[in-house]
């Protein structure tokens, strides 16, 4: 069947999702067009004990619905259809929680109200789930960055069980795996090929929650491998929102956020296993802390890049690890640079960021100055002002172009009581770690 524009469907159908021999088989479609099959492999995936099966079903149903949101942007129908079993009340709460707050931005991005075509349709209550006795270890999702990487440390240093695990087949994310010495385990996604004709026709297209995704598909990699935690790298400024629109608080990284990290790990405990642990070990910690930590360890220079242009699924990638003009680029340098010598910063970027002019507006986004920070997972505005504070202070840095136009312009703008380094660099806030890793975030500071 030729595809139609997914923007005219009134209804976007989730059809059936299937696991055998190690692929689950994610099956959408809208109205009565093509089906669109994604598929999830899980390399030399084991049989899966009978104790298992049920809370396995429970977690494969989850991904269907959460993998989803990748194909119900491109149309945003008013109409969600179920049609291999509706979810319970609380997997729709979670569901409509998801999909308006996670597309908030790609809302914002393309002037759409979504608040009034998702809902899930609900049916039945569900049995609460016991514990399965699942082996105490943890996968650990690797993206590349320094965030998961400072945790990749933090675990060896604390002597936990883990296993570094990645979605995609990026090479970065794999030679940072092979540098924390940490088993792997390399997990790929294959898209629906008709979404990428979609986007191509002018389907809407934005922003989607894909750390939900990988969480959901990191869930029945749990189930398949024995793992009783999911431990991501999430700190607490993702709990930040960019932006209000149309009432509503817009967060680039929500499905990143405490808010997020606190509905899945109750419903993974209710639905699928009650010893199962959905957790970030970095939430108590500001990205300036996570940065300092960072910087303790050299030998990740040469393999780490939080730039974005090196994960894309589709496009040219930099021909360095660092493209040098996206927010990313912008905020990790600016992170790095009050904890790590100048000589090394340099050798890592391969260029001064904070001595370029026509870099301005970008470090004027991250500092919140006359605008909200950019729709990416960088730090809060507050963090880049103490930070570049901190750089003004310092013979080394404080001629650069950047930071002395920071020193004459911006500084006198701001309130002395928000430049405090040393405030940010403390753990603080809530934390959701399972008892045997409770204890590393209050440790590190």
């Known amino acids: 069947m030729p595809l139609s524009d997914p923007r005219k469907a009134a209804a976007f159908r989730f059809i059936r999702a299937g696991y055998r021999d190690g692929v689950a088989q994610l099956v959408y479609a809208f109205d009565q067009g093509s089906e669109l099959v994604e598929r999830i492999t899980f390399p030399d995936a084991p049989v899966l004990p009978p104790e298992r099966e049920a809370a396995f079903a429970a977690a494969l149903k989850l991904l269907h619905f959460v993998a989803g949101v990748s194909y119900y942007k491109a149309g945003v129908p008013g109409l969600i259809v179920v049609e291999n079993g509706e979810p319970d009340t609380p997997t729709a709460q979670l569901l409509d929680a998801l999909y308006l707050h996670g597309l908030g931005e790609f809302a914002y991005q393309n002037g759409l109200d979504l608040r009034e075509h998702i809902r899930f349709p609900r049916a039945g209550t569900f049995t609460p789930a016991t514990a399965l006795g699942l082996p105490a270890r943890s996968l650990l999702p690797i993206g590349g960055g320094k965030d998961s990487l400072v945790s990749a440390e933090l675990l060896r240093q604390h002597g936990e069980n883990a296993t570094a695990v990645w979605v995609g087949n990026s090479p970065l994310i794999a030679a940072c795996v092979v540098q924390t010495g940490l088993p792997g385990l390399n997990i790929r996604r294959e898209l629906a090929p008709e979404l990428f004709e979609y986007n191509k026709a002018g389907a809407w297209n934005g922003h989607i929650p894909v750390t939900a995704i990988n969480s959901a598909i990191l869930v029945l990699a749990a189930l398949l491998y024995g793992y009783d935690s999911i431990v991501f790298s999430n700190e607490r400024s993702a709990s930040s929102a960019t932006l209000e629109y149309d009432g509503q608080a817009v967060n680039h990284q929500w499905s990143k956020s405490w808010e997020f990290e606190q509905s899945l790990a109750a419903w993974l405990r209710s639905h699928v296993a009650a010893d199962l642990n959905y957790c970030s070990l970095l939430r108590p910690l500001s990205e300036l802390a996570v940065t300092r930590l960072f910087a303790r360890e050299v030998r990740y220079d040469a393999f780490f890049s939080s730039c974005n242009r090196n994960f894309r699924i589709l496009g040219p990638r930099p021909a360095d690890r660092w493209c040098g003009h996206c927010p990313k680029c912008h905020f990790v ?21 904070l001595d370029d002019d026509t870099q301005q507006q970008g470090f004027d986004a991250l500092l919140e100055f006359h605008g909200h920070k950019p729709f990416e997972c960088v730090g809060e505005g507050r963090e880049s002002r103490a930070a570049l504070y901190a750089l003004s202070e310092r013979p080394e840095w404080r001629e650069d172009a950047l930071v002395a136009r920071f020193r004459q312009v911006v500084l006198p703008q701001l309130d002395a009581a928000e430049l405090d380094l040393d405030a ?9 770690l399972p008892p045997r890793l409770a204890g590393i975030p209050d440790a590190l500071c």
């Open 424 to 432: 940010l660099l403390r753990p603080a806030g809530p934390q959701g």
């Open 333 to 353: 340098f600016l992170a790095l640079a009050p904890f790590v010598p100048k000589p090394r910063l340099l050798g890592i970027f391969g260029r001064n960021l």
